[in-house]
């Protein structure tokens, strides 16, 4: 019995001493970072770069609300070159072994390139540039001047982009020692990310990876059939699966219906039940109680006679309500992590350098990534210059496309944004925020209040883009940075990657967007691509310029106690008890529903739910499966997206209108 359990423990040994000896094998044989770029590698980044533009491009014109899909993305990347792999080796072909290095840097460009979707404000400041969108925010209204839009195009938003987005790509490059090595911030994305691809590309990992791409061939079938379906009933307004009135017509005229989206169901399976709980929350007190009240003070609060899109009408409160949960929740939030910022940085220094860096206690995984990451380190001239040079560019160039924006603003700008990126980049190391929006929204008033009304809406909304775009993207380059260093892969192919993914992103969004800017309605607040952020951030805007006086009648009291609200409710869910503090409501997901509507919301909490009974029934599987799950639902539907616009735009329409009608009693 002895002699048995001596054998088992030394077989165990074995293995162990067998598995640490391929680790260390693994590293030495890691491929020179000029080769960890591949062709094939590129043209995977591009083809789900695009799928995955295309379905946030969706969100953000539909609800501005877009989870986080850097884990989903790696997973794709992984199922795209076994395929390619496979197909290869049907054809007689062979095909070079896929590694995890790979595997993080198509992650890292096809990220970099939906990313610049959500940087780069085609749902929020670019869109609130346009006309339809100016016209909504009232041609009478003193801060919103006439002429002060821009019509969308893509020439001159693909130039915008490439100047400002590249300067962000190499704001924090000099510090990414700092973050990564020397403050161990965890990125928890980036080190969740990291992860799945080691997990994946282990022996032990192809069992689990097979069920994984399974999972999502199955589901990413179903969503696109299922979307294709419903197209076929969709030949009008207010047709189709869309529109079913889940939960009888009264309640599906203030927006409370399932409208059969795999999109949503897959991103609220991602999204955690907290936040989808949120939108719930906000819809049902929104749509259910507050704007029926507001509706019923037409008369007094507000003239009988203005349509309700108006801004002095009801469609002010929602804007504006909205507004004011938004920038209590932001303000909240950005105090919140400069005050971890800081108090993380003092007990940093209060730490001997020798504390910092020594190498002695570190495991040897840790060890052995942080060589691979400081050997292949960027030279900081690069990076210097680099910056120096497109913001030079972005000087020139900027205010050429925008006159309301003087040179010096945009000098001014590129002065404090990498000490923003860096405040951006350590909190989210520290929390995963990426409060790119708040630092935004701080540039928009700024420069809004200090150009005044002829031409301070356009400067602000041009102002809030800058800084947005470059906090933001220096901001996920350290997200892939983390990713990189543990999975081994060298900064300077993951720096290469992230501006092959960015230049792409570039021309992507701008064409997507021009998809769906002309084969949609977008903006329009009774259609579907309500764009709702477009109108927030004009609004914004308006509010730095001309103060209080831009709110209808109430809605300043209305404001103040929402703002309140917001700060309450996070102060109470950080301070009380995680039992408790579990169940406090997010007030920036609260605001979405108040101009969008509840029937997201519901698809979202659909998913949750899903999510919530496969934990129950299997909680390993649904472990594994989840991610593959969502993944299949959102891109069948992004596939589906892309192709029933390109039809929207050949004037090929559904065949069948299906609605819903009260029966004659």
């Known amino acids: 019995m002895g002699n048995t359990d001596m054998e088992e423990s030394n077989e165990i040994k074995r293995e162990d001493l067998e598995e640490v000896d391929h680790e260390v094998e693994e590293v030495k044989r ?5 080769r ?31 989870p986080n899909l850097n884990v989903s993305a790696a997973l794709l990347a992984f199922i795209f070159i076994q395929t390619w792999s496979k197909l290869l080796q049907k054809a007689g072909l062979g095909s070079t072994p896929f590694t995890q290095q790979e595997n993080t840097l198509i992650q890292t460009c096809a990220v970099a390139c939906y990313s610049i979707a959500v940087a780069g404000g085609f749902g929020s400041c670019l869109l609130g540039l346009n006309k339809k969108t100016y016209e909504l925010a009232g041609v009478d209204t003193e801060g919103n001047p006439p002429g002060s839009y821009k019509e969308p195009g893509i020439g001159w938003m693909t130039g915008f982009l490439f100047v ?26 980036g080190t969740a990310t990291a992860v799945l691809i080691n997990g994946i590309h282990t022996p032990k990992g192809d069992e689990m990876a097979k069920k994984q791409v399974d999972g999502f061939l199955k589901f990413f079938s179903i969503s696109f059939l299922w979307g294709l379906f419903q197209w076929f009933f969709s030949g009008g307004e207010q047709c189709g699966f869309s529109q079913f009135p889940t939960f009888g017509l009264k309640a599906w005229t203030q927006t409370f219906y399932f409208d059969f989206s795999a999109t949503y169901i897959g991103a609220g399976m991602i999204c955690s039940h907290l936040v989808n709980l949120s939108l719930l929350f906000g819809a049902v007190l929104s749509w259910g109680i507050i704007w ?35 920038l209590g929740d932001g303000l909240y939030n950005f105090l919140k992590i400069l005050y971890f910022t800081g108090r993380s940085m003092y007990i940093k220094t209060k730490k001997s350098p020798k504390t910092l860096s020594d190498d002695k206690n570190q495991p040897l995984d840790d060890l052995q990534q942080n060589e691979v990451f400081i050997r292949e380190s960027v030279p900081l001239w690069v990076a210097c210059a680099g910056y120096t040079l497109f913001s030079i560019i972005s000087v020139t160039v900027i205010p050429l496309m925008f006159p309301e924006v003087k040179w010096y603003y945009v000098v001014v700008a590129y002065i404090f944004a990498p000490l923003l990126s860096f405040c951006n980049a350590y909190g989210a190391g520290l929390t995963d925020m990426n409060m790119a929006y708040n630092y935004g929204k701080v540039a928009l008033f700024m420069l809004a209040a200090l150009v005044g009304k002829d031409s301070g809406v356009v400067a602000g909304l041009v102002g809030c883009g800058l800084i947005k775009s470059i906090v933001s993207i220096s901001s996920d380059l350290m997200h892939d940075f983390k990713t990189g260093h543990l999975t081994l892969t060298s900064p300077r192919s993951m720096l290469l990657s992230q501006a092959i993914g960015i230049a792409i992103g570039c021309v992507v969004s701008p064409l997507t967007f021009s998809l769906f800017y002309k084969a949609f309605d977008v903006g329009n607040p009774n259609g579907e691509y309500k764009a709702p952020y477009a109108l927030i951030y004009r609004n914004m805007a308006i509010l730095g310029v ?6 209808p009648q109430h809605c300043l009291q209305l404001c103040y106690g929402f703002f309140v609200f917001a700060i309450a409710a996070n102060l109470v869910r950080d301070l009380s008890p995680e039992s408790v503090g579990k169940w406090i409501p997010l007030p920036m997901a609260m605001a979405v529903p108040f101009l969008v509507g509840a029937y997201f919301a519901i698809d979202m909490c659909v998913g949750s739910l899903v999510v919530f009974v496969w934990h129950k029934l299997d909680s390993g ?5 989840v991610p593959a799950v969502a993944s299949g639902l959102i891109c069948g539907d992004g596939l589906w997206i892309l192709l029933s616009s390109i039809l929207a735009l050949a004037k090929i329409n559904p065949p069948i209108c299906m609605g819903f009608l009260p029966s004659k009693n």
């Open 546 to 551: 001309q103060g209080f006086s831009a709110l």
């Open 292 to 326: 029926p009240l507001i509706s019923e003070q037409k008369g007094d609060w507000f003239p009988k006679t203005l349509p309700e899109s108006s801004m002095k009408s009801l469609n002010g409160y929602k804007v504006f309500i909205a507004i004011a949960l938004l």
């Open 164 to 189: 400002v987005c590249f300067v962000g790509l190499l704001a924090l490059v000099p510090l990414r020692k700092l973050l990564i090595i020397d403050y161990k911030l965890t990125f928890p994305t």
């Open 36 to 66: 960890q770029i591949t062709v094939r590698g590129i043209i995977a980044s591009l083809v789900i770069g695009v799928i995955y533009t295309v379905i946030v491009m969706k969100l953000i014109l539909t609800t501005g609300l877009v």
């Open 621 to 625: 599987k649904a472990s594994l499966m």
């Open 30 to 34: 890691i491929i020179p970072w000029t």
